[in-house]
T-cell receptor, first 114, second 117 residues
Framework: NAGVTQTPKFQVLKTGQSMTLQCAQD?????MYWYRQDPGMGLRLIYY???????DKGEVPNGYNVSRLNKREFSLRLESAAPSQTSVYFC?????????????FGPGTRLTVT | AQKVTQAQTEISVVEKEDVTLDCVYE???????LFWYKQPPSGELVFLIR??????QNEISGRYSWNFQKSTSSFNFTITASQVVDSAVYFC??????????????FGEGTQLTVNP
C-alpha cells in the first residue's frame, strides 16, 4: 500500500498564481487533514475533513480552500498565492471514528511563492 | 484551547548518551490523546507512539521510553544509548476526543535532536 500520497513534491509559484495540491490515501480512512509546517512553529492545521462530504476550518484557513472529492482524495487550493504561503504542506489521514487513532502523513509538498 | 510546549528547541548529544525530550501540554478536556512523531532529515513524519489520558502506564519500546504524568501535564520521551540515526526533529502532539474537533492534532514546535558520532 502507498499510504498517503501527495503531488507535487515541489512547486514554485509567482505571487498571485493559483494551484491545487493533491492528496490521496489508500487506507480507507474516513478523516483527512491539511497542515503547513513553518520553521519554529510546528505543524498548523489548515483544513480538515472529518468524513466524506464534510470540511471544516482549522487554525490557519485564510487564503486556502479544500475539496473532499471522495473518500480517498482531499485537495488544497491556493487561489492567489502569497509569499506568506511559502511552506511545507502535509496531508494526513486517520481511520475514525474512534478518537484515539493516530494520523498518518504524506511525504509533503514544498511550496515556494516568489 | 489546547497547547503543546516543547521547550527544548535543539539538543545535541554524543552517540550512546541518553537523552530526554520534554513535552508539556494544556487542555481542559478530561479525555485526550498524546502522540510523538519523528521527522528525519528526509522530511516525512513517522508516528512513534499514542497514549490515552486514562492510561498513565509508562511504555518502553527498545531504546525508546515514554513517561506520562497527568499531575504535571507532561509526556516526556527518552532515548537510551542514542545513535546517529536518531537525529531528527521530534514532535509532541495532543488530540482531544470532542465530537466537533475532527480529532485534529495540536503540535508542539518540535525539538531538533542531533546525535554526533
Amino acid at each position: 500500500n502507498a499510504g498517503v500520497t501527495q503531488t507535487p513534491k515541489f512547486q514554485v509559484l509567482k505571487t498571485g498564481q493559483s494551484m491545487t495540491l493533491q492528496c490521496a490515501q489508500d487506507m480507507n480512512h474516513n478523516s483527512m487533514y491539511w497542515y503547513r509546517q513553518d520553521p519554529g512553529m510546528g505543524l498548523r492545521l489548515i483544513y480538515y475533513s472529518a468524513s466524506e462530504g464534510t470540511t471544516d476550518k482549522g487554525e490557519v484557513p485564510n487564503g486556502y480552500n479544500v475539496s473532499r472529492l471522495n473518500k480517498r482524495e482531499f485537495s488544497l487550493r491556493l487561489e492567489s498565492a502569497a509569499p506568506s504561503q511559502t511552506s511545507v504542506y502535509f496531508c494526513a489521514s486517520r481511520r475514525a471514528p474512534a478518537e484515539s487513532y493516530e494520523q498518518y502523513f504524506g511525504p509533503g509538498t514544498r511550496l515556494t511563492v516568489t | 484551547a489546547q497547547k503543546v510546549t516543547q521547550a527544548q528547541t535543539e539538543i545535541s548529544v554524543v552517540e550512546k548518551e541518553d537523552v530526554t525530550l520534554d513535552c508539556v501540554y494544556e487542555t481542559r478536556d478530561t479525555t485526550y490523546y498524546l502522540f510523538w512523531y519523528k521527522q528525519p532529515p528526509s522530511g516525512e513524519l513517522v508516528f512513534l507512539i499514542r497514549r490515552n489520558s486514562f492510561d498513565e502506564q509508562n511504555e518502553i519500546s527498545g531504546r525508546y521510553s515514554w513517561n506520562f504524568q497527568k499531575s504535571t501535564s507532561s509526556f516526556n520521551f527518552t532515548i537510551t544509548a542514542s545513535q546517529v540515526v536518531d537525529s531528527a526533529v521530534y514532535f509532541c502532539a495532543l488530540g482531544i476526543a470532542a465530537e466537533t474537533s475532527g480529532s485534529r492534532l495540536t503540535f508542539g514546535e518540535g525539538t531538533q535532536l542531533t546525535v554526533n558520532p
